[in-house]
């Protein structure tokens, strides 16, 4: 097969339907992020970003995204920074057009530039992958979901005080059942499993059962709980929320719990304090320059964050319990529509539109591209680039508040004028305007 992506500092090369070349006319533009040896990111003024477009309404929401991601850093910058943007391929264009689901070249494009922005994908329904997101995590190694949670003026909510909600989900994304390590019911290996765990460790199994491993480790724990610390300090967040359930897993999830208090006492001692000694030694209050470690259990969590969400700031959390705690925050201000995220590596970065492809509305200019455009806000921040992220989130808050918003929110809101979703972009870059 022709190599898929052909220099990637100079163009993107496309196959044509009679596997010809289409050969793009962008001559080259742009320069690499880089790592300095501290880690921290070299971000030129002329970054080159690659995007995958994604599957469903992606190709909607990313084309208004990407005009609002340009006006904002154009009119914060004046001209003087300019993104670059890079298509590579994933999902059904990238099958369509080479046979391939995760071609290889996407993957090492990714890696090289450092950070990336992709629209939602669909999950293969055979061969191979299971899920391209999980996929693109596991291969890339970006261990950290960060899914920020915050309340704009406006947004529909069934909370009574969503204003209240304003906190960071940190979910690790390598391991727990996301590694789907399983065996179905009734097979041969199954059944290996089934009788190692009956006759070698003398459990009591269902010959029926399907079985999942769900494997939860020292190291990725320590360097997703180290970076949610990091993360509270840098940001001025008052607490670190280590949730599990330890009660009844006691050695992967309780692990969780056991190495995540770890690294708040042994690489964090002068920053952080723990509950018990706030209640022990300082009389319930947190002492300036510190950082509370706590815990709380999955299940009391989903209470906590309904009737208690301001005591609550950073969140750290396994994979699975990550992904349902971060929906069901992101329903109590506006739903998946408004709810950015990234995966986070070190040094590699890839934001995403957190909800799915919505398939039946593709291609219809409907859908609200809001969870994407506050993930570039995420990629513009993480870049250094906080005025154009600014702009857009300020410029985003005027336009909610003046009930000009798409379909999924105009039916939840009294008065509201109904958008499209190149239109709700459109929307935004006028009231850039007005935020100046």
Known sequence: MIKKLVDLNFSTLKLSSNMGLNALVETKKGTKITVNQDNSLAVPDDPIIPFIEGDGVGGDIWMATKKVINAAVKKSYQNKKKVHWLEVYAGQKAFDMYGDWLPEDTLQAIEEHIIAIKGPLTTPLSGGIRSLNVALRQKLDLFACIRPVKYLDGTPSPLKNPEKTDLVIFRENTEDLYCGIEWEANSS?????????REEMGENIRMDSGIGIKPISAFATKRLVRMAIEYAITHNKKSVTLVHKANIMKFTEGGFLKWGYEVALKE???KTITEDRLHSDFGGEIPPGKV????RIADSMFQQVLLRPEEYEVIALPNLNGDY?????AAQTGGLGMAPGANIGIPTALFEATHGTAPKYAGKDKINPGSL??????MLDHMGWKTASDLITNALQITIANKTVTYDLARQLKGARELKCSEFGDELISNMEKTA
């Open 189 to 197: 290996d199954c059944k290996k499993v089934i009788n190692f765990l």
């Open 268 to 270: 964090f001692a002068e």
């Open 292 to 295: 509370l470690i706590k815990d």
């Open 373 to 378: 455009i506050l993930s570039g806000c995420m």
């Open 325 to 329: 705690l971060s929906d069901a925050c």
